[in-house]
């Protein structure tokens, strides 16, 4: 309940939309089914498809500009304001998380100032923990954006990746909102599923997501947009992770040479190796100067 007040809170019109199977649904508890949909059931998983969740979406809302999130997160007040110049017709804005502790105690107002400054003092607890940029959590887009989308598992391994692959295929506009959008990630486990979290990550549903959209291998990540968005203005973050790095995205997605890509990752990963190199230096740095 939490998560779904401060999406209603924050400063831009919303509409909140919970898309779930009919068990979850049915077990929802008061207060949240009134924001309900049951997903439509497919034959791939008892999980609802991405494409699916966001055709009931559409159908709820004739809104230009959506949001797909996790359930489990709190965003601050200015959560998807996007009135920046460079924005292109077709885009996709992404960040990390902060990972909360089972013992951490929430903000009390989650305006982007105060969100900053319960960071700062939660990081030196270690109540507090960016999540590394190889899981996201929301994504922001305009309608239409993923019509020609491959079925995609939501909820399961290499679904967050398969989307970035989309749009990086595409020539679809990757901007990272990290420094921009706070974001707090409830703490959970996975003890309520067989297989816990290993089944949420590798299980039939992931692979299944790796293998309909090619990213078994050297997934695309947070870092690797093009775009950063900081302080209301977006700019180009081209090099984040590298040269090699860049150039491998090019060479596989942009040109569909996969197994030639395949060679600079081994590159990019010998010269980490030698040079003590850490690919997530940039998201190190952030974090320090919080």
Same mark, same amino acid.
């Given at each position: 309940?939490?998560?779904?007040?401060?999406?209603?809170?924050?400063?831009?019109?919303?509409?909140?939309?919970?898309?779930?199977?009919?068990?979850?649904?049915?077990?929802?508890?008061?207060?949240?089914?009134?924001?309900?949909?049951?997903?439509?059931?497919?034959?791939?998983?008892?999980?609802?498809?991405?494409?699916?969740?966001?055709?009931?979406?559409?159908?709820?809302?004739?809104?230009?500009?959506?949001?797909?999130?996790?359930?489990?997160?709190?965003?601050?007040?200015?959560?998807?304001?996007?009135?920046?110049?460079?924005?292109?017709?077709?885009?996709?804005?992404?960040?990390?998380?902060?990972?909360?502790?089972?013992?951490?105690?929430?903000?009390?107002?989650?305006?982007?100032?105060?969100?900053?400054?319960? &960071?700062? !003092?939660?990081? +030196?607890?270690?109540?507090?923990? /960016?999540? #590394?940029?190889?899981?996201?959590?929301? %994504? =922001?887009? $305009?309608?239409?954006?993923?019509?020609?989308?491959?079925?995609?598992?939501?909820?399961?391994?290499?679904?967050?990746?398969?989307?970035?692959?989309?749009?990086?295929?595409?020539?679809?506009?990757?901007?990272?909102?990290?420094?921009?959008?706070?974001?707090?990630?409830?703490?959970?486990?996975?003890?309520?599923?067989?297989?816990?979290?290993?089944?949420?990550?590798?299980?039939?549903?992931?692979?299944?997501?790796?293998?309909?959209?090619?990213?078994?291998?050297?997934?695309?990540?947070? &870092?690797? !947009?093009?775009? +950063?968005?900081?302080?209301?203005? /977006?700019? #180009?973050?081209?090099?984040?992770?590298? %040269? =090699?790095? $860049?150039?491998?995205?090019?060479?596989?997605?942009?040109?569909?040479?996969?197994?030639?890509?395949?060679?600079?990752?081994?590159?990019?990963?010998?010269?980490?190796?030698?040079?003590?190199?850490?690919?997530?230096?940039?998201?190190?740095?952030?974090?320090?100067?919080?």
């Amino acid at each position: 309940m939490r998560a779904i007040e401060s999406w209603k809170n924050v400063a831009m019109e919303s509409e909140v939309c919970i898309v779930a199977p009919r068990s979850d649904v049915e077990t929802l508890p008061e207060g949240l089914a009134d924001y309900a949909v049951v997903a439509k059931e497919n034959s791939l998983s008892p999980l609802p498809l991405f494409g699916d969740i966001m055709e009931e979406a559409y159908r709820c809302s004739d809104a230009d500009l959506f949001c797909y999130l996790n359930s489990d997160i709190i965003v601050p007040s200015n959560f998807g304001q996007l009135e920046v110049e460079g924005l292109e017709e077709r885009f996709l804005v992404i960040g990390a998380r902060w990972d909360m502790a089972e013992d951490a105690e929430y903000p009390e107002r989650l305006e982007p100032q105060n969100v900053i400054q319960y &960071l700062s !003092a939660n990081i +030196k607890q270690g109540k507090v923990v /960016l999540h #590394r940029p190889t899981g996201i959590d929301y %994504f =922001i887009f $305009r309608r239409g954006t993923f019509d020609s989308l491959n079925s995609l598992i939501v909820g399961r391994g290499g679904y967050d990746a398969a989307l970035l692959a989309y749009c990086l295929r595409s020539g679809i506009q990757l901007v990272d909102a990290t420094e921009t959008y706070p974001i707090l990630h409830q703490f959970h486990d996975y003890s309520h599923l067989p297989g816990a979290k290993k089944r949420v990550m590798q299980g039939e549903d992931a692979t299944y997501n790796r293998e309909a959209h090619d990213i078994e291998h050297s997934g695309p990540i947070i &870092l690797d !947009a093009l775009y +950063k968005l900081t302080r209301g203005r /977006l700019s #180009r973050a081209a090099w984040r992770c590298g %040269f =090699i790095r $860049r150039l491998e995205l090019i060479v596989r997605f942009r040109f569909g040479f996969k197994y030639l890509s395949y060679s600079l990752r081994a590159l990019d990963r010998v010269v980490q190796v030698r040079s003590s190199r850490d690919k997530f230096s940039a998201y190190n740095e952030y974090v320090k100067r919080l």
